[in-house]
């Protein structure tokens, strides 16, 4: 019963790295997303997909692309990384309107 | 655009005090609420829910009343334990964006 898996939980990039994270489902969602999380600002959504194929921007999408080829994965992908992008990032899934969490990635940008 | 207030934290309380955590929305049409929870160094979880004006959503000794005429949902617990001890954000999904929207999150302090 794994849920929502998310890979790596832990990165250190160079700035300018790119990277992408992993986020994995077994409960046959349609809606997933991708948010930050940083102190005092709690959870951004940075990008999100209604389905397969689809892929919408969030609140605070500029420095990242994602993608949406299969039902059960959701990538979040860093072209060119920077310090401003240190952060925890969550992804979560869901079918109707509860959202179910992964453990959360938690990327330095040095 | 859709968007979520929480007031600020901590919350630091003794246990068996009384909880009140205020959280107000802005959004178009008529989004459903939600708390979670997050314990430290996890993911969030669903604590409660309502989908509609007046529904209450309930769980564990927590309760939230949506109030369409505020726009508000505050979070309230008759008791703390120290168990309780964790972060809460309140959030709303709007059916016309199909945005999933958080607030900053109030950490919950209880002392025994």
């Known amino acids: 019963n794994a849920g929502v898996t998310q890979t790596p939980k832990f990165r250190v990039l160079k700035t300018g790295q790119s990277m992408t994270l992993l986020c994995a489902q077994d409960?046959?969602?349609?809606?997933m997303y991708w948010y930050r999380q940083d102190p005092g600002m709690g959870l951004r959504l940075i990008h999100y997909?209604?389905?397969?194929?689809?892929?919408a921007k969030g609140e605070v999408p500029d420095g990242y692309n994602v993608s949406r080829l299969k039902k059960q994965n959701f990538l979040l992908g860093l072209e060119s990384a920077a310090p401003s992008q240190t952060s925890v990032y969550f992804c979560?899934?869901?079918?109707?309107?509860?959202?179910?969490f992964g453990q959360g990635t938690r990327l330095t940008v040095v | 655009g859709d968007s979520v207030t929480q007031m600020e934290g901590p919350v630091t309380l003794s246990e068996e005090a009384c909880l009140t955590i205020?959280?107000?929305?802005?959004?178009?049409?008529?989004?459903?609420l939600f708390w979670y929870v997050q314990y430290p160094g996890e993911g969030l979880q669903l604590l409660l829910k309502?989908?509609?004006?007046?529904d209450k959503g309930s769980n564990k000794g927590f309760e939230a009343t949506y109030r369409k005429e505020t726009t508000s949902f505050h979070l309230e617990k008759g008791s703390v334990q120290v168990s309780d001890s964790a972060v809460y954000f309140c959030?709303?999904?709007?059916?016309?964006?199909?945005?999933?929207?958080f607030g900053t999150g109030t950490r919950l302090q209880v002392f025994p």
């Open positions: 979560a899934s869901s079918l109707s309107t509860e959202a179910f």
């Open positions: 409960m046959n969602h349609e809606y």
């Open positions: 997909s209604v389905g397969e194929g689809t892929t």
């Open positions: 205020n959280c107000t929305y802005t959004a178009t049409g008529y989004p459903s």
């Open positions: 309502a989908t509609k004006a007046d």
């Open positions: 959030a709303l999904f709007d059916y016309n964006t199909d945005k999933l929207i």
